[in-house]
């Protein structure tokens, strides 16, 4: 109990001694010239589309929280545009074979199973 | 028609046996100073669900050394429903969360392959369809093979994928050649430039708090020991962190680096304040007013740190 306390008292003293953000001091994203006005709103606006693209709105917030302001411009510029990962799932028969083919001329790389014959 | 269609394949043919520039330069010239061959192989896998090859790669290099978050958990965090996929930003923006410097890389090969020789793998986005039919995939290089021309992927549901470095090259380039590394602050990416530098850790500030990126900023001031802001946010971080000393340290070599920058002298004045040095901090806020008259900013620590 009484090492307890003493972690305790300890810790509060640490925390105590932690100065606060200081009021007067110029932030470091502040003085690194990216432009900052106007960007709340490019930040709700992101959220927004987000939300409509089917992301939650709680979740949709924490992301754009961690996006910093050239990338909330670019995103909010076009986000359906961007490439966005997935797979190649659900390609249609005609198109399977297409890719089949540029697939084994090492043109495209669709089927990991296939290696092109080229493999210059 | 079939002429047509005959003409686009034999274009097609052509296309993909021109070795591509970076391909053909590695191999006249390979860069003496890599070392042959290298595997990461110890780097986890997660073979991805439907859709979902962004939370697999990006669970790939966040859990390298420990297991920090699932790819579920990711799933949440960068999956875009509707866009059936993952957005590079998010990804950036999902990894600072984790406390993780990620740094963009400048589009080079030669770069993939020293982040591999340093330890680091590598989120890379393709386009492994065409330019306009794209089919866009991120997948993890885990090493290479220079005599064989080759590199090893960890992709989609194979966890050792061996690709030319043509094929990927061509792959690669369709996706803007656009490449990640995720690491620790204290062992940021070795090829990083300046800038891509910068903004990583200026984001991981965001995402975390000046504290938390402190261990990239004295990286950043080993590398580039003549700019200005990674001295200054090297100070600012350190101030957060409660150690006005080192603070103190760091700011000085910001105003020594650009005296004409008056932020770094009204930050080195409060940190002075703080320490107890009345005579000092008041020199340095007079530099700093001198720079930029009746700005309010500067007035307000101006009477906070002469007025008391």
Same mark, same amino acid.
């Given at each position: 109990?009484?090492?307890?306390?003493?972690?305790?008292?300890?810790a509060?003293?640490?925390?105590?001694?932690?100065p +606060?953000?200081?009021?007067?001091?110029?932030?470091?994203?502040?003085?690194?010239?990216? +432009?900052?006005?106007?960007?709340?709103?490019?930040?709700?606006?992101?959220?927004?589309q987000?939300?409509d693209?089917g992301?939650?709105?709680a979740?949709?917030?924490?992301?754009?929280?961690g996006? *910093?302001?050239?990338?909330?411009?670019?995103?909010?510029?076009?986000?359906? *545009?961007?490439?966005?990962?997935? *797979?190649?799932?659900?390609?249609?028969?005609?198109?399977?074979?297409v890719?089949?083919?540029? *697939?084994?001329?090492?043109a495209?790389?669709?089927?990991?199973?296939?290696?092109?014959?080229?493999?210059? | 028609?079939?002429?047509?269609?005959?003409?686009?394949l034999?274009?097609l043919?052509l296309?993909?046996?021109?070795t591509?520039?970076?391909?053909?330069?590695?191999?006249?010239?390979?860069?003496?100073?890599?070392p042959?061959?290298?595997?990461?192989?110890?780097t986890?896998f997660?073979?991805?669900?439907?859709?979902?090859?962004?939370p697999?790669?990006?669970?790939?290099?966040?859990?390298?050394?420990?297991?920090?978050?699932?790819?579920?958990a990711?799933?949440?965090?960068?999956?875009?429903?509707?866009?059936?996929?993952?957005?590079?930003?998010?990804?950036?923006a999902?990894?600072?969360?984790? @406390?993780?410097?990620?740094?963009?890389?400048?589009?080079r090969?030669?770069?993939?392959?020293?982040?591999?020789?340093?330890?680091?793998?590598?989120?890379?986005?393709?386009?492994?369809?065409?330019?306009?039919?794209?089919f866009w995939?991120?997948?993890?290089?885990?090493?290479?093979?220079?005599?064989l021309?080759?590199?090893?992927?960890?992709? @989609?549901?194979t966890r050792?994928?061996?690709?030319?470095?043509?094929?990927?090259?061509?792959?690669?380039?369709?996706?803007?050649?656009?490449?990640?590394?995720?690491?620790?602050?204290a062992?940021?990416?070795?090829?990083?430039?300046?800038d891509?530098?910068?903004?990583?850790?200026?984001?991981?500030?965001?995402?975390?708090?000046?504290?938390?990126?402190?261990?990239?900023?004295?990286?950043?001031v080993?590398r580039?020991?003549?700019?200005?802001?990674?001295?200054?946010?090297?100070?600012?971080?350190?101030f957060?962190a409660?150690?006005?000393?080192?603070?103190?340290?760091?700011?000085?070599?910001?105003?020594?680096?650009?005296p004409?920058r008056?932020?770094?002298?009204?930050?080195?004045?409060?940190?002075?304040?703080?320490?107890?040095?009345?005579?000092?901090?008041?020199?340095?806020?007079?530099?700093?007013?001198?720079?930029?008259?009746?700005?309010?900013?500067?007035?307000d620590?101006?009477?906070?740190?002469?007025?008391?």
């Amino acid at each position: 109990m009484r090492t307890l306390f003493k972690t305790l008292t300890a810790a509060l003293l640490f925390i105590g001694l932690m100065p +606060p953000a200081q009021a007067g001091m110029i932030a470091t994203p502040d003085a690194s010239r990216l +432009p900052a006005a106007g960007m709340q709103n490019a930040r709700e606006a992101l959220v927004r589309q987000l939300t409509d693209l089917g992301v939650e709105a709680a979740e949709a917030r924490a992301r754009v929280a961690g996006l *910093d302001d050239a990338q909330i411009a670019e995103l909010n510029r076009r986000i359906a *545009d961007l490439p966005a990962g997935a *797979d190649a799932a659900g390609i249609l028969l005609t198109v399977f074979i297409v890719f089949v083919i540029t *697939d084994v001329i090492g043109a495209t790389d669709i089927f990991p199973f296939i290696h092109p014959v080229n493999t210059k | 028609m079939p002429a047509r269609l005959l003409l686009l394949l034999a274009l097609l043919v052509l296309a993909a046996c021109a070795t591509p520039p970076q391909t053909l330069e590695l191999r006249r010239a390979p860069p003496p100073d890599l070392p042959p061959r290298v595997e990461l192989a110890d780097t986890p896998f997660y073979p991805q669900t439907r859709y979902q090859c962004g939370p697999a790669a990006l669970a790939t290099v966040l859990n390298r050394d420990r297991q920090r978050i699932t790819p579920e958990a990711l799933v949440g965090q960068v999956y875009v429903p509707q866009l059936k996929g993952s957005l590079q930003a998010e990804m950036i923006a999902a990894a600072s969360r984790q @406390g993780m410097l990620a740094i963009e890389l400048d589009g080079r090969l030669d770069s993939l392959l020293r982040e591999l020789a340093a330890g680091h793998p590598v989120l890379v986005l393709q386009n492994l369809g065409f330019s306009l039919w794209p089919f866009w995939h991120y997948a993890v290089i885990i090493g290479y093979d220079l005599p064989l021309q080759r590199l090893l992927l960890r992709s @989609g549901q194979t966890r050792r994928m061996q690709r030319s470095f043509a094929l990927f090259e061509r792959t690669w380039d369709r996706a803007g050649r656009w490449a990640l590394v995720i690491t620790d602050p204290a062992d940021p990416a070795v090829s990083a430039g300046q800038d891509a530098f910068v903004r990583a850790a200026l984001r991981l500030e965001r995402s975390v708090s000046p504290a938390g990126a402190t261990a990239a900023w004295q990286e950043a001031v080993r590398r580039w020991p003549e700019a200005w802001l990674p001295w200054f946010a090297l100070g600012n971080g350190l101030f957060a962190a409660g150690d006005p000393a080192g603070a103190r340290q760091a700011l000085e070599r910001a105003v020594a680096v650009d005296p004409q920058r008056a932020d770094g002298w009204n930050n080195l004045a409060w940190v002075l304040h703080r320490l107890g040095q009345a005579e000092a901090a008041r020199a340095a806020i007079d530099r700093a007013r001198a720079l930029r008259p009746s700005d309010a900013e500067i007035e307000d620590s101006y009477r906070s740190i002469v007025g008391d």
